[in-house]
């Protein structure tokens, strides 16, 4: 979603699938209950307080720049939350105990989603002593053809879409403080094949992307990965 122009508070929303979907069956399903804000279109470093014209012009560059169209798409857009921190706070919460990348191998010869490999991430530069971000994450697996997430105590993440057997090309996104990664059945010859999970503090907004790489391991008698 955002803005069509400086002048209007007119928006502009792109629907993800799933959005399109819950708005399509006309069952009042479509309810917004959390937003948040980015700046990802600011470049601060703009600001010109030597500006002849006077304080009311040092920003006047800034609130000159194009905003960008809205997009799905999580690698280009929100990438750069506004959050609200104590005063005098000089680091921003980052995300650690995370890979860089995980693997998880479907075995031809299980008939259920294989893998199960766990991301338990914990932040930095948090207020207070925590070290995890007091409304947990978010998980967003951007093709969740391939494999699917879900979260502690479910066997398949709560949704009018079982990922776990879905073969869409689509984004799924869990929430909690932790996930789990299963591999979805695939091909011999899609062995290799990779997608990102974008992990992002719920409370202080902080973000972290990991590779997910999944792999096909021949089996013909079955067994757990």
Do not use: H
Request: with cysteine; glycine share 10%; hydrophobic share 30%.
């Amino acid at each position: 979603m955002g803005y069509l122009n400086n002048a209007t508070t007119v928006l502009d929303a792109v629907l993800t699938k799933k959005g399109r979907e819950l708005l399509a069956r006309g069952q009042n399903e479509f309810q917004i209950t959390k937003f948040a804000l980015a700046d990802d279109e600011i470049d601060y470093s703009l600001w010109n307080e030597t500006n002849s014209l006077g304080t009311d012009y040092y920003g006047k560059i800034i609130e000159s720049l194009p905003l960008l169209e809205p997009t799905s798409n999580a690698n280009t857009t929100m990438r750069y939350k506004l959050v609200t921190r104590e005063a005098g706070t000089n680091k921003m919460a980052s995300i650690y105990n995370v890979e860089d990348s995980y693997t998880v191998e479907w075995n031809s010869g299980d008939s259920t989603p294989g893998g199960g490999k766990g991301i338990t991430p914990n932040s930095l530069n948090l207020p207070g002593n925590g070290d995890t971000d007091e409304d947990g994450y978010s998980f967003t697996i951007l093709n969740s053809s391939i494999a699917f997430l879900i979260t502690a105590g479910s066997d398949v993440a709560p949704s009018s879409i079982n990922y776990a057997t879905s073969n869409q090309n689509m984004s799924q996104t869990v929430y909690g403080t932790s996930c789990t990664i299963k591999a979805k059945s695939i091909l011999e010859s899609q062995t290799g094949a990779t997608t990102t999970v974008i992990i992002t503090g719920l409370t202080y907004g902080a973000t972290r992307a990991c590779t997910i790489k999944v792999n096909y391991l021949a089996n013909t008698n079955g067994g757990s990965n």
